[in-house]
Structure formats: structure tokens, C-alpha cells
């Protein structure tokens, strides 16, 4: 039996249709006799619409209420996927960044992961529950929510799958993997089918959307293997995996 965190972006969970398209994947692989943890962004383009209502009200928002505000985006998606869940059958919980474990420093906005400790979680996996975690978010010190940074939700993902010692982190998201150029924007661009730690870091720092700079470098410091996959396809996506690892013994690679 492996241990797997799935994380579904905003694009794969951008509607009720797609939450219970995104709650069967996660059912099967759970059917398959995998623990499965899965981490959520918030639907669609729900983080920029906050942001704009925030906005559309005060110039210079305070930033600890914009981290309260946008920590609502994910909160929505990972109660109703839990639901689309329970919905297909199986049992499901969903925490909050902080009911998970997520601590982090002071940085509003910006915030770095100073320690996961996902008892909570953990708990729930060994029941037999399938368990849900809200991307993007934490608390801080001083105990109010904290957001990670945009995109953030790529290293939440990586940081639960660390703290859990799972086996693989998958990132789900809109397109087939890791291309060599924006496929939306280069029709040409050819999907990388595996790929080291620096150069999809080099990727990221240069700028490609497709995983945050942050959740590269923590699954490089921790050896965390990633599948960039689509939620919307079959295919098989890009694999990052450490020197060491044959890619043929990682777990839900069909
Ligand atoms: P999610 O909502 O799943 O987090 P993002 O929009 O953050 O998705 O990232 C996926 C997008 O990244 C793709 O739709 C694609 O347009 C873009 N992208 C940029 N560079 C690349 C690349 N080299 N390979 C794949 N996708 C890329
Ligand atoms: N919802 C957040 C954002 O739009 C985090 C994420 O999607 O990873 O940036
Ligand atoms: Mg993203």
C-alpha cells in the first residue's frame, strides 16, 4: 500500500462539475488500496476575485485581513470536494492549512513553512479516511492565518507529502506535464517525460508557471519524488525523481 498526495490546482477544481470529476480520480486511487491525501487551490480564479473585492474596497488593504480574506478560497474548494467525495461513496475530511499543521513565519502574503506536524491528518489516513487539506496557508505565532505566497498551493503539497513520508507527491493541473515551453503559448512545446530537480527548478526560476520555485526546492531538499500530471486526461505526465530511484517503482504511475 502507498501513501499519495494528490494536489489539484484551481483550474482542475474550477467548478462543481469538475470537484466531482476530481473526487472520482481521487476515490479510484484510494480503490486501488492507496492512502491518499490531497491538497486543494481555490476554485478557478476565486483567489484573484477576492483580491479585486478586497481592492475594489481600500487601495492598501491590511495585510492580515488580506491573508484571512484569500485563506477562504481554498476553505470552499476542500469542504466541497470532501462532499463530492463522501458523495462517491467513500470518507472523507477536510482540514484548514491550520488544522493540518502548518506553521509558519510572520510573512503576510509571503509567508515561508517553518514545520508541518499533520497530526491531525495522519489520524485520519489510519481510519481509513480520506484526507483533505486547504493549499496556500498556515498560521503564524501568533496564531492568525497565514497565505504562502501565489501558487503557493504547489508547496503545500510537497510540504504535507514530506511530513506525511509519503511516497509520491502527483501535481495535477490543466495541461500533460512539464513541456519545454508554455504549451498554451508555443504549440510546438514537446512534453518532458522526466525531468532532474535543477533544471525543472531552473524552469521555475525563470519564470514557467507550471510549479512554484518554492515546491521545487523543498522536494529537492527532501527527495520527494513529483508526478506533474493533467486531471483531465490519461496520460503520463512528467516525473522528477531522485538520483537513486527507479521511476518504475513509484506508486499510480496508469
Ligand atoms: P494550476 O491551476 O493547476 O495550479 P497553473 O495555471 O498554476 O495551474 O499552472 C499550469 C499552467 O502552467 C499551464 O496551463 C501552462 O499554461 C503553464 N505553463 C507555463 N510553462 C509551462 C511549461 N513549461 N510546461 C507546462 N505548463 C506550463
Ligand atoms: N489559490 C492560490 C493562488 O491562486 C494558491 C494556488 O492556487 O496555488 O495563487
Ligand atoms: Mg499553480
Redesign the pocket.
Known amino acids: 500500500m502507498a501513501l499519495i498526495v494528490q494536489k489539484?490546482?484551481?483550474?482542475?477544481v474550477a467548478d462543481t462539475e469538475s470537484i466531482k470529476r476530481v473526487a472520482k480520480r481521487v476515490v479510484e486511487t484510494e480503490k486501488k488500496g492507496n492512502k491518499v491525501a490531497v491538497v486543494v487551490?481555490a476554485m478557478g480564479d476565486t483567489t484573484d476575485d477576492l483580491i479585486d473585492q478586497a481592492l475594489s474596497i481600500d487601495s492598501n488593504p491590511p495585510e492580515r485581513e488580506m491573508d484571512m480574506l484569500m485563506t477562504a478560497g481554498e476553505r470552499i474548494s476542500m469542504s466541497l470536494l470532501a462532499m463530492a467525495i463522501h458523495a462517491e461513496g467513500s470518507r472523507a475530511h477536510s482540514f484548514t492549512g491550520q488544522q493540518a499543521g502548518f506553521f509558519t513565519d510572520a510573512r503576510y502574503g509571503a509567508a515561508h513553512i517553518k514545520a508541518v506536524r499533520p497530526d491531525r491528518v495522519k489520524n485520519a489516513l489510519s481510519l481509513g479516511d480520506i484526507a483533505i487539506v486547504a493549499g496556500f496557508q498556515g498560521i503564524n505565532a501568533k496564531g492568525d492565518a497565514t497565505t504562502l505566497g501565489r501558487?503557493g498551493?504547489?508547496t503545500s503539497a510537497v510540504a504535507l507529502a514530506v511530513a506525511l513520508g509519503a511516497d509520491i507527491c502527483e501535481?495535477?493541473?490543466?495541461?500533460d506535464?512539464?513541456?519545454?515551453?508554455?504549451?498554451?503559448?508555443v504549440p510546438s512545446?514537446r512534453r518532458i517525460p522526466s525531468i532532474d530537480y535543477e533544471s525543472i527548478l531552473e524552469?521555475a526560476s525563470c519564470g514557467?508557471?507550471?510549479l512554484a520555485l518554492r515546491c521545487v526546492e523543498y522536494a529537492q531538499r527532501f527527495n520527494m519524488p513529483l508526478h506533474v500530471r493533467s486531471s483531465f486526461s490519461r496520460r503520463p505526465g512528467t516525473l522528477v525523481v531522485p538520483d537513486g530511484i527507479d521511476p518504475r517503482t513509484l506508486p499510480n504511475l496508469d
Open positions: 489539484y490546482g484551481g483550474s482542475s487551490s501558487g498551493s504547489d501535481i495535477y493541473t490543466d495541461v506535464g512539464v513541456f519545454t515551453a508554455d504549451p498554451r503559448i512545446a524552469m514557467s508557471k507550471v
